[in-house]
């Protein structure tokens, strides 16, 4: 019998490691020791998260990345496969797959999920985003979708039916036909894997209520960062249905705080790249939803650091404090990013998951 999902754990705050799979990660600086993104780096890193308990890798999705000196995130392992070898080469930890519901068919979908599904026995997890970047969509020869959300409803909704038929299924919609439709095997996870959606606006925070286990949110101030909790618990409620939360943050844990702000500045102000910094956030602020429209002005060296996600900047006790602020609020769990994920996890492991467990946040 297949173990819970690691989602589905004992752990009051949830851990785990964002954007592995992307060069840079979630910086966009041009330090030497800037994450390359290898497949050995891919391995390493899910290695040293999956024995140190952490409960989920969650990948992002990136057809094109956004120039600069490093072509940032244009070297980008796919997800589904990605996940897959992952499943074979870990023991506990949970491996999503993040999906552009407009470029991939809910049925090729529904087969590649439980396939991961069944090679990690029950740990696969689908995060459902419907793109915001219309160069990315340009390179399938596709516009962005006005009503994205109402075409992830019928994509899901489809995904779901396929696994629970024991017929083929014929399917109607407004974006989708399908005749005679079957995949098996369904996935372990019944009615189907842990889905998360990361969204800010309205509407995809509506199909989150409506149709996932877990809305994936960002925050810019800490004293903001509950009104997004109620918002979905709001949304959840109307919907009949309860919504965990969960959020991002990049991460630079040292010693001292002297020695991680210095590090902050080196490689999210003096050696940004510039360049791809105002060509992410150009783009960000135009075509996607995904921050305060504030933290555009506010927070550049934000977006140099982590993609405009909140900073955990500091000493294994002041990031743990910050940790336990965000789970006060709410947050059922943080996605994490660093600099160099192999360099760095081993040391936040070590120090700053025995404080959360001290806290009664870890197990």
Known sequence: ???????????????????????????????????????????????????????????????????????????????????????VATEQIGLFMTVHVPLVHPLYAAKALATVDHISQGRAGLNIVCGWNPKEFGMFGMPLVEKGYDQAAEWIEILEKLYASAEPLDYQGTYYRLKEAVSRPASLQVPRPVTMNAAFGGPGRDFAAARCDYLFTTFSEMSDAGKHVADISERADKAGRNVGVYTVAHVVCRPTMEEAQAYYARYAVDMADHEAVDAHMAGKKEFSQSHDPHAYDRYRQRFAGGAGTYPLIGTPETIAADMAAIAGHGYQGIALSFVNYTQELPYFCDHVLPILKQAGLRE
């Open 1 to 87: 019998m297949n173990k819970p999902h690691p989602l589905h754990g004992p752990n009051r705050l949830k851990l785990g490691v964002f954007s592995t799979n992307a060069d840079g990660g979630l910086a966009i600086t041009d330090v030497p020791e800037r994450w390359a993104a290898s497949w050995q780096d891919n391995l390493t890193a899910a290695q040293i998260a999956d024995r140190a308990g952490l409960e989920f890798m969650l990948p992002i999705a990136r057809w094109r990345g956004f120039g600069g000196r490093n072509k940032v995130r244009e070297w980008s392992f796919e997800t589904f496969t990605w996940a897959a070898a992952l499943a």
